[in-house]
């Protein structure tokens, strides 16, 4: 039995050696050398009509989209923030932390802080005048992005990246502003003292909503997209959002997106209807000086995390 | 005597995961041993020998993309990140044969023949001039992909740089743009004081050269990979399959788009180092530190909210960085199946740096704390200091340059003061606690 246990040993070590250099991730894939010539014979040959696919219809007039986004069912309900630091008894006065504002749910069962937007590149000619005049506005006090209580006022922002956001501090304590962007939207850190503000002008386009947030008082969290087309919207404290002045008679590619949810929405019903929405997208093709009203219904249970 | 055999009548062979090694049972006793470490030595071999070097897909981003927006099917998951690979092969080629993508009007941020000097396996080429110097004395910590998980990252602290995003810390430009040539090449010569990262000074010139131009190739490389692989789990605008893509052309030209940004974004910071005021005639005086410690302290600049009122660093210590931030959410558990999976090392808090132990990762020099100050610091929560508009009144709170040069006066002394001798700090980090 020992003699056999004396053979066995170096054969079990064997096996047992290799199990070092197994990978926890799958082994990685890898480029197939064809279709790498292919890309790269496209890279040689005279560059093609651009990024954007051509447009072929013009826009029949002006429309309006209004909707309303409901849950069903009881929300999660949402904690307060963990407040730390040393400005815990300014942001948590006699110790009541702020509410977290991940999902905010109205009494109606009105979702806020969903984003809806054209997630099209569209001429600038397209834009009714209202839109043009404001096209490189500041946006400030109550357009602006607000600082108080030690939380963000608007927990989703959407502006178009030509034009410039005053980023206001309401509170009696320094926060710095932290817009961690992406795509073409610059991003910016700036200290902004105690009841001043400073400015942020994206300069670009971002490539979908990103990060803001304030290493000061850690708990706080928002999010921005910065757009170059005028329109988007995000759903109010009741769960209401309105883009005016849309584009009509031409197909308009949308998506929404919600924090909890992402672009993952499962179960959405539209005026009663079931609603597709793969990967949040949906089309719309409007009819001009017409509202376009919609009820979105969906379960409490897709805010869950 | 008895021994394996697949003959013996007692027995019968069983077709088990030992039988192949039960075949060597006719061989003579005292080999058999031998015989079943040479096949095991040669299972190993199969681990450890040199494949052609790969960059690895970018696993920890695609599954943070995945729980922000949606995730992928498993059987589609592959199939993306095959496609996206082969784009990057496309543009980047591999690490034993990189290249750079050209683009129109731009000279290029990445030079072909300092990228092939720092490229590939280590070897000397017929004049016997050094070839592959990033695997020779980059690789082992930051990584083949310069994802900053070299075999040697785990034992470091802090962890090597990721630079797939792009973003580094210790530059002269705004915090929205890379860093400058200059910048890069300060930081090999100087190495990082107070991390595993050395001073490459002993390097030729041409050398230095070399690596610079590699590391901006790497991390052009990975910031192109991160958006090729958000776009792949979100829009898909730019998802090619080049076997069955029809609109492979329009998609081509927005893939190019994208590289094309992002170089422009690395070519454009050669001119943006932040301009630098000269500091005050009083700079560094007991007048000039004195304003500093008073701003050090005061809600206008901020700085004892993190770096604590003690200046030992202490003020904030529950943050992360961005590059933590990006593929690490705040849930324990996802955090713990990420690292058992090995997609990211353990992840540590950022901490404010302690000034009162005289080093200073990103160089000591005045203009050095200039940039920081002024700037912020990319990457961490340090913010860009509020400065005074030039359009405002001397009531406004902000601070002017020569408040900057104060507070930098202030900070540099730090570490002399009576209370940074090291039994003292020690004392009142015991008091504290």
Redesign the interface.
């Known amino acids: 039995v020992n003699?056999?246990l004396?053979?066995c040993l170096?054969?079990l070590?064997?096996?047992l050696?290799?199990t070092g250099?197994t990978?926890?991730?799958?082994p990685?894939?890898?480029?197939?050398t064809?279709?790498?010539d292919?890309?790269?014979s496209?890279?040689r040959?005279p560059?093609?009509?651009?990024?954007a696919?051509p447009i072929t219809a013009n826009p029949t007039g002006f429309a309006t989209f209004t909707g309303l986004v409901k849950v069903t069912g009881q929300p999660p309900v949402m904690p307060p923030v963990s407040v730390?630091?040393?400005?815990a008894t300014y942001c948590a006065p006699n110790g009541r932390a702020p509410i977290s504002d991940e999902v905010v749910v109205g009494p109606d069962g009105g979702l806020a802080n969903v984003l809806v937007y054209v997630?099209m590149d569209l001429p600038e000619e397209w834009e009714h005048p209202d839109d043009a005049a404001l096209r490189t506005a500041t946006l400030s006090g109550p357009q602006g992005f607000d600082q108080r209580g030690c939380m963000f006022v608007s927990h989703v922002f959407a502006m178009r990246s030509t034009q410039t956001v005053e980023l206001i501090n309401s509170d009696g304590?320094?926060h710095?502003t932290?817009i961690?962007?992406?795509g073409?939207a610059?991003?910016?850190?700036?200290?902004?003292?105690?009841n001043?503000s400073?400015k942020y002008t994206p300069g670009g386009q971002s490539?979908?909503v990103f990060?803001v947030s304030c290493?000061?008082h850690?708990w706080m969290k928002a999010y921005m997209i910065t757009r170059d087309n005028p329109y988007f919207a995000v759903t109010d404290k009741n769960g209401k959002f309105e883009i005016r002045n849309v584009p009509a008679g031409v197909n308009l590619d949308f998506r929404i997106w919600q924090e909890r949810v992402?672009?993952?929405w499962r179960n959405v019903t539209v005026n009663g209807a079931p609603a597709e929405w793969s990967?949040?997208k949906f089309t719309l093709n409007l009819q001009p000086n017409a509202t376009e009203n919609w009820e979105v219904v969906v379960d409490a249970s897709i805010l869950n995390? | 005597m008895?021994r394996?055999s697949t003959n013996n009548s007692e027995r019968p062979a069983r077709p088990t995961a030992?039988s192949s090694?039960t075949l060597l049972g006719a061989a003579p006793r005292g080999l058999?041993?031998l015989a079943?470490?040479a096949?095991?030595?040669l299972?190993?071999a199969?681990?450890?020998g040199a494949p052609a070097a790969?960059f690895?897909?970018n696993?920890a981003w695609m599954l943070a993309k995945e729980?922000?927006?949606?995730?992928l099917e498993p059987a589609e998951r592959?199939d993306v990140?095959?496609n996206v690979?082969?784009?990057?092969?496309?543009?980047f080629g591999t690490p034993d044969e990189p290249r750079f993508?050209a683009v129109d009007g731009e000279e290029p941020p990445v030079d072909a023949i300092k990228l092939e000097m720092a490229a590939g396996a280590v070897n000397s080429d017929i004049f016997g001039k050094p070839r592959g110097l990033y695997r020779e004395h980059c690789a082992h910590c930051h990584g083949i992909s310069g994802d900053g998980q070299g075999p040697t990252a785990a034992f470091l602290n802090p962890y090597p740089r990721d630079y797939r995003s792009g973003l580094f810390k210790f530059k002269s430009t705004p915090?929205?743009l890379p860093p400058t040539h200059e910048d890069l090449h300060r930081i090999l010569v100087n190495g990082i004081p107070g991390t595993a990262m050395p001073s490459f000074r002993l390097l030729a010139d041409d050398e230095i050269e070399a690596l610079i131009h590699y590391v901006r190739y790497l991390s052009i490389r990975g910031q192109v990979e991160q958006?090729l692989l958000?776009?792949a789990v979100?829009?898909?605008?730019m998802l090619?399959?080049?076997?069955s893509t029809s609109?492979?052309?329009?998609r081509?030209?927005?893939v190019?788009?994208l590289v094309s940004?992002t170089i422009s974004k690395w070519t454009a910071a050669e001119a943006m180092a932040t301009p630098v005021s000269p500091p005050p005639a009083n700079f560094e005086s007991s007048d000039s530190i004195a304003r500093g410690r008073e701003l050090f302290f005061s809600?206008?600049?901020?700085c004892?909210?993190?770096h604590g009122?003690t200046a030992l660093g202490d003020?904030?210590t529950?943050?992360f960085d961005?590059w933590t931030?990006a593929v690490v959410p705040n849930?324990e558990a996802v955090r713990a199946e990420l690292i058992?999976?090995?997609?990211v090392l353990p992840p540590r808090n950022i901490r404010p740096r302690n000034l009162r132990s005289n080093v200073f990762r990103g160089g000591r020099r005045p203009i050095d704390l200039y940039w920081r100050i002024h700037n912020?610091i990319?990457g961490t929560?340090?913010?860009?200091?509020?400065m005074r508009p030039a359009d405002a009144g001397p009531e406004d709170?902000?601070m002017t340059s020569d408040d900057l040069w104060h507070l930098i006066a202030y900070v540099r002394n730090l570490p002399f003061e009576d209370l940074s001798s090291p039994v003292k700090v020690q004392t009142f980090q015991r008091e504290r606690q």
């Open positions: 003699r056999r004396c053979y170096p054969a070590l064997a096996l050696l290799p250099c990978r926890r991730l799958p990685d894939v890898s480029a197939n064809e279709n790498v292919k890309l790269r496209l890279a040959s560059a093609g009509s651009g990024a696919a730390s630091g040393n400005d997630d304590v320094a710095n932290n961690n962007a992406n073409k610059g991003s910016s850190n700036s200290l902004i003292p105690a001043l400073d490539r979908g990060p290493n000061i850690t992402g672009t993952g990967r949040g995390k | 008895r394996y030992l090694l058999l041993p079943v470490l096949v095991g030595s299972w190993l199969g681990c450890g790969q690895r897909t696993e729980r922000e927006f949606a995730p592959d990140k095959r690979k082969e784009v990057l092969v496309a543009l993508p915090i929205d958006v958000v776009d979100d829009r898909r605008d090619i399959d080049a076997a609109d492979i052309q329009d081509w030209a927005a190019e788009g940004d809600e206008t600049a901020k004892a909210g993190c009122r003020g904030e529950n943050d961005d931030k849930d058992a999976l090995g997609a912020g990319k929560p340090m913010p860009a200091a509020a709170p902000r």
